[in-house]
Antibody
Framework: QITLKESGPTLVKPTQTLTLTCTFS??????????VGWIRQPPRKAPEWLTV???????KHSPSLKTRLAITKDTSKNQVVFTMSQMDPVDTATYFC????????????WGQGIPVTVSS | DIQMTQTPTSLSGSVGATVTFTCRAS??????LNWYQQKPGKAPKVLIY???RLQSGVPSRFSGRGSGAFFTLTISPLQFEDVATYYC?????????FGQGTDLEI
């Protein structure tokens, strides 16, 4: 059974850095063709894809947010860590991690999401 | 960024009917188009990937077609449990953009 779960703060102050961890089980991030990424969804809006890290340590980021994003993996712990700097109230959203699969690429397994509010 | 436009914004159908959602890309995405179903308070769930491939475990009443810049998702026959918001997403180039969604009512 494949599971992913997001963890981290649910309230951050403006200008702070958000750090979220995705802990997963049932698959390995060292398997060819696998990635773990992050997507956010503001209340009552469509999802917005943010970033992904692949089995070979290749990374892709949303160009508009690239300077604020970072993503790393710890294959031995089955974890992916996501950071977003300079948080602003417009970044308030539910943040999801999801497994990316190749052939063609799609997001086949998602975490439950973690709501993050940016407020002073 | 590739813009994904979904029409209509909301759709209504009866149990047993056929409904079709449309997704247009601002440029060709080949077959790199996925469809997701999202119910309130839940994460999106993939239904179709690669434009027409049915995800394992998804009922065969869901089907996808299209390539390039025009795609459709069809549900036939419609069931009560299909009430949800449906999103398309392109994975041809970053950022992997989603459409704005179509709400389905029964």
């Amino acid at each position: 059974q494949i599971t992913l779960k997001e963890s981290g703060p649910t309230l951050v102050k403006p200008t702070q850095t958000l750090t979220l961890t995705c802990t997963f089980s049932g698959f390995s991030l060292s398997t060819t063709g696998v990635g773990v990424g992050w997507i956010r969804q503001p209340p009552r809006k469509a999802p917005e894809w943010l970033t992904v890290i692949y089995w070979n340590d290749d990374k892709k980021h949303s160009p508009s947010l690239k300077t604020r994003l970072a993503i790393t993996k710890d294959t031995s712990k089955n974890q992916v860590v996501f950071t977003m700097s300079q948080m602003d109230p417009v970044d308030t959203a539910t943040y999801f991690c999801a497994r990316h699969m190749f052939g063609p690429e799609y997001l086949d397994q998602w975490g439950q999401g973690i709501p993050v509010t940016v407020s002073s | 960024d590739i813009q994904m436009t979904q029409t209509p914004t909301s759709l209504s159908g009866s149990v047993g009917a056929t409904v079709t959602f449309t997704c247009r890309a601002s440029e060709s995405v080949g077959h790199n188009l996925n469809w997701y179903q999202q119910k309130p308070g839940k994460a999106p769930k993939v239904l179709i990937y690669g434009a027409s491939r049915l995800q394992s475990g998804v009922p065969s009443r869901f089907s996808g077609r299209g390539s390039g810049a025009f795609f459709t998702l069809t549900i036939s026959p419609l069931q009560f449990e299909d009430v949800a918001t449906y999103y398309c997403q392109q994975t041809s180039s970053v950022p992997y953009t989603f459409g704005q969604g179509t709400d389905l009512e029964i």
